[in-house]
Nanobody, 127 residues
């Protein structure tokens, strides 16, 4: 199994940047597709970005495309989310997720597709 721990969240001014990390403290992540989700107060948890096992393919929500970059370093068992040009609308708890099963363009956007989740890290963006 995989145990995921997020880090790197914090308070940042609009237009600034943060880099989130998701580290596995259990099994290697090399056989798992990985994703980032976020959840703002009073809202549903929503898809942010996903990356294939090898890192060859990445996928982004329209709201973050061009600003965020997901990457992975399987040797370090770590997935990253580089967040640039942050907006107040990005304020949310950000969660790392992993799946060793079905991962398609039709399913990756939904929380149900992922078997493993981290505890989340808070990102707050102020004007």
């Amino acid at each position: 199994q995989v145990q995921l721990v997020e880090s790197g969240g914090g308070l940042v001014q609009a237009g600034g940047s943060l880099r989130l990390s998701c580290a596995s403290s259990g099994r290697t992540i090399s056989n798992y597709a990985m994703a980032w989700f976020r959840q703002a107060p009073g809202k549903e948890r929503e898809f942010v970005a996903a990356i294939s096992l090898s890192g060859d393919s990445t996928y982004y929500a329209d709201s973050v495309k061009g600003r965020f970059t997901i990457s992975r370093d399987n040797g370090k068992n770590t997935v990253y989310l580089q967040m640039n040009s942050l907006k107040p609308e990005d304020t949310a708890v950000h969660y790392c997720a992993a799946t060793g099963g079905l991962f398609t363009r039709g399913t990756m956007y939904y929380t149900q597709a992922y078997e493993h989740w981290g505890q989340g890290t808070q990102v707050t963006v102020f004007s």
